[in-house]
């Protein structure tokens, strides 16, 4: 086996050659834009990322600008891009450099990692590429790369098992380029010790992988421990006239806190006197809309929809509440499964109805 020191110079010089260097905040020390994207990366993959980071940073191109922005401005810029929590954090944390730190994100990964939506590997990645602070990071591709170079077994995301790693990450830090070596392990997760089919025969550390010798590549990391699915159940109302939808804003906490979304019907509610009731609407038809379903994390979601066509004049949308056109879709702070709804909606056409 490697020795720690040996370990990261591999690394090192892999990913001076092999590594990836055009990603677009790669290259700079602008700590905004490194954090930015750290936070879109979570869970999210590189090609998912790019065009969002685009365009966030066109919209938001400093932390003073995302601070002083309305949530919903950001919610609807990350619409689309899942984990909305990941949003909300990331307006706090703007928020909270702008009253804490004078705007500027720290470098000492504890006070990176004491605000809104940053962990410690997060704030460890930020400290690194910012400003060079040696600390260790444990992200998914990291946790993948160790366990199967140093054949550790069990869940990675069991407290014990994942203590022992970042253990281990922390010996393993070299005294110097600690920026390099953060992207090295990220990259070779990413891009050679993957999920599924590794490229073990153009991996640095193929000869020293315990995985390898022991033909456990495809074990290890241990899977996380087989739980129940849980499927939840929600009607929800499609209320429409004269081309346009309405919506209202979700509770900030929960599934698709603070975005827009189509009103969820009680589960034994007449349709058409609920929506009279509750918006002051004339219901004129009410349909049945295909079924489908939306995995999150730890649950899928079955989402029943109803067209509920409604009269063209009457009724007021109140607090959170909003018309939306189906043809301005794009600029809404809206969960992905409620957008394809709509958009066929809006494909199909809606009817006028007259009032």
Known sequence: MKTHHSFAATLIAWQRIHGRHDLPWQG?????????????????????????????????PDLASLAAAPVEDVLALWSGLGYYARARNLHACAQAVMARHGGVLPADPAQLAALPGIGRSTAAAVAAFAYGTRAA?????????????????????????EQHLWALAERLLPAQDVDVYTQAQMDLGATVCT???????????????????????????????????????????????????????RPPRGIWGGLLSLPELPEDADTAAWVGQRFGLDVVRVAPLPDFRHVFT???????????????????????????RLDALADAALPAPVRRLLERLAAEGTPTVAG
């Open 137 to 161: 990071i444990l992200d998914g591709n990291v946790k993948r790369v160790l366990t199967r170079v140093f054949g550790i077994d069990g869940y990675p995301g069991e407290r014990d098992v």
């Open 195 to 249: 999920r599924a089919r590794p490229a073990c025969g153009r991996c640095p550390l193929a000869g020293e992988c315990v995985a390898r010798r022991d033909e456990r590549v495809a074990e290890l990391p241990a899977p996380r421990p087989r739980r129940a699915v849980v499927v939840r159940e929600g009607r929800f109302a499609a209320i429409l006239r004269d081309g346009q939808v309405l919506l209202e804003r």
């Open 298 to 324: 730890h649950f899928t979601l079955h989402l029943r929809p109803e067209r509920v066509d409604v009269a063209a004049s009457g009724g007021a949308p109140g607090a959170g509440r909003v018309w939306l």
């Open 28 to 60: 700079t020390r602008d700590a905004y834009r490194i954090w930015l994207s750290e936070i879109m990366l979570q869970q999210t993959q590189v090609d998912t990322v790019l065009p969002y980071y685009g365009r966030f940073l066109a919209r938001f």
